[in-house]
Antibody
Framework: EVQLVESGGGLVQPGGSLRLSCAAS????????MHWVRQAPGKGLVWVSR???????TYADSVKGRFTISRDNAKSTLYLQMNSLTVEDTAVYYC??????????????WGQGTLVTVSS | SYELTQPPSVSVSPGQTASITCSGE??????ACWYQQKPGQSPVLVIY???KRPSGIPERFSGSNSGNTATLTISGTQSMDEADYYC???????????FGGGTKLTVL
């Protein structure tokens, strides 16, 4: 059974940092592209970042230069290092597995999400 | 940057057919997919690669994609289908994902 379990969320002050983790199980993690998607309270889904199995990464404009996605294939874990956080980064952060990862992308499994609250 | 547009809300009577659209420039040249999200839950993939259903998704969910518009169709809509629905595509030029703004489906 595929499982994705996020952790690391919490309350942080503006300008602070946080590192999210996503522990994967039930599939060959190193073979799949993985993503982070966020959802601000009462708002829609927003794609944040992607990590290919080969190591390539991309970011949404809103987080580029502040967030860093990485993965440890030996631990089957995806990470999101978030720096210079602002109130606009307040959201539930989901990690998601990419069921395609070749010509396109669709997210066939999602974690339960971890809430990040940026507030003074 | 690439954008996808959805109507904010759609209403349907039980047993009727609901159609939710998603518009984007030359969207038909990309693969579109759809997610269902109920309050307090993580999204669930209901359609991928325009028209394919993942295992466990009822046959009443179908999808199409042509020109500038992708459509999610729910036939014989049930009260359990009341949820927010999001379309999504992959912008291969920038290697970034894109979501539509979401559509709240009300079954009444």
């Amino acid at each position: 059974e595929v499982q994705l379990v996020e952790s690391g969320g919490g309350l942080v002050q503006p300008g602070g940092s946080l590192r999210l983790s996503c522990a994967a199980s039930g599939f060959t993690f190193r073979s799949f592209r993985m993503h982070w998607v966020r959802q601000a309270p009462g708002k829609g889904l927003v794609w944040v970042s992607r990590s290919d199995s080969g190591g390539s990464t991309t970011y949404a404009d809103s987080v580029k230069g502040r967030f860093t996605i990485s993965r440890d294939n030996a631990k089957s874990t995806l990470y999101l290092q978030m720096n210079s956080l602002t109130v606009e980064d307040t959201a539930v952060y989901y990690c998601a597995r990419d069921g395609d990862g070749i010509a396109s992308a669709h997210f066939d499994y999602w974690g339960q999400g971890t809430l990040v609250t940026v507030s003074s | 940057s690439y954008e996808l547009t959805q109507p904010p809300s759609v209403s349907v009577s039980p047993g009727q057919t609901a159609s939710i659209t998603c518009s984007g420039e030359k969207l038909g040249d990309k693969f579109a997919c759809w997610y269902q999200q109920k309050p307090g839950q993580s999204p669930v993939l209901v359609i991928y690669q325009d028209s394919k259903r993942p295992s466990g998704i009822p046959e009443r969910f179908s999808g199409s994609n042509s020109g500038n518009t992708a459509t999610l169709t729910i036939s014989g809509t049930q009260s359990m289908d009341e949820a927010d629905y999001y379309c999504q595509a992959w912008d291969s030029g920038t290697a970034r994902g894109v979501f539509g703004g979401g559509t709240k489906l009300t079954v009444l």
